[in-house]
C-alpha cells in the first residue's frame, strides 16, 4: 500500500557487469514496507542493499507472476493482474551467495502467511521465490527444509512460500525505487523485521 500515482514513469536503467551477476527474485508482501524496529523504517528493498549493498548487489523493485502486460502500482495494488510485488536482486555470486539472500528473505517476513503480510492481504502480497536455473531451485529447497526444520520461529508452523519459474518482469514505475531512501516517513508495517 503506498501513494499512488497515475503516470508510469519507467526508472533509470541498472548499469550491470553481467559476467559475474545473477538475478534473484523474491515476494516479500509490499515491495517497501519493512520495519526493523520503531526507530528504523526499512523496506524490503532498504532492507537488501543494508545488509548486502557492501556486496554489490543491485535491487530494483517491479511487478511478476501475473498476466498483464506492462502493469501499473494500482492495477497491482487492486489485485487485478496476479502479479505480485517483488524485489530483483543482481548479485555477484563469489561475493554473496545465492543461499545467503534465500536465507535472508525468511528472516526478513512472515513465510507462513498465505497471501498477505500484516495487514496487506491478496496475493499481490504473496511470499514467493522466482528462480532462475535447477541450480537456483535446488538452493531453495534445501535452505527453506532448513529453515523450516532449524529456526525457531518457524518450528510448528509451515512455510506458505511458492516456488515458481521466474517469468516476466515488469519495473515498478520511478517513484518506488529506493522509496524509503526519498521518502523517509514512509509506510511502516508491524508485522515485519527480522524474525532471527
Known amino acids: 500500500m503506498g501513494q499512488t500515482q497515475g503516470k508510469h514513469e519507467a526508472p533509470e536503467p541498472l548499469v550491470i557487469d553481467s559476467k559475474n551477476t ?16 520503531k526507530a ?4 524490503v528493498e532498504k532492507m537488501f542493499n543494508k ?15 501475473g498476466k498483464t502486460v506492462n502493469p501499473t502500482y494500482n492495477q497491482v495494488c487492486f489485485g487485478d493482474t496476479d502479479h505480485a510485488e517483488a524485489i530483483r536482486i543482481h548479485f555477484d555470486p563469489n561475493r554473496v551467495s545465492y543461499g545467503t539472500l534465500v536465507e ?4 526478513m517476513h512472515n513465510a507462513t502467511q498465505l497471501n498477505r503480510q500484516g495487514p496487506d492481504i491478496g496475493t499481490q502480497y ?6 532462475h536455473s535447477p541450480e537456483q531451485l535446488a538452493t531453495i529447497e534445501r535452505v527453506t527444509k532448513e529453515v523450516q526444520e532449524t529456526k525457531n520461529f518457524y518450528k510448528g508452523k509451515k512455510i506458505q512460500t511458492l516456488v515458481v519459474q521466474a517469468g516476466e518482469w515488469h519495473d ?17 508495517c508491524p508485522s515485519h523485521h527480522l524474525y532471527w
Open 40 to 43: 528504523e523504517n526499512l523496506g
Open 104 to 107: 535472508f528473505f525468511y528472516r
Open 126 to 131: 504473496r511470499s514467493a521465490i522466482f528462480y
Open 51 to 65: 545488509h548486502y549493498g557492501k556486496d554489490g548487489i543491485q535491487t530494483r523493485v517491479g511487478y511478476t507472476g
Open 172 to 188: 515498478a514505475e520511478a517513484y518506488h525505487q529506493k522509496y524509503l531512501e526519498t521518502n523517509t516517513h514512509g509506510y511502516e
Open 22 to 37: 545473477e538475478i534473484a527474485i523474491f515476494a516479500a508482501g509490499c515491495f517497501w514496507q519493512v520495519r526493523l524496529s
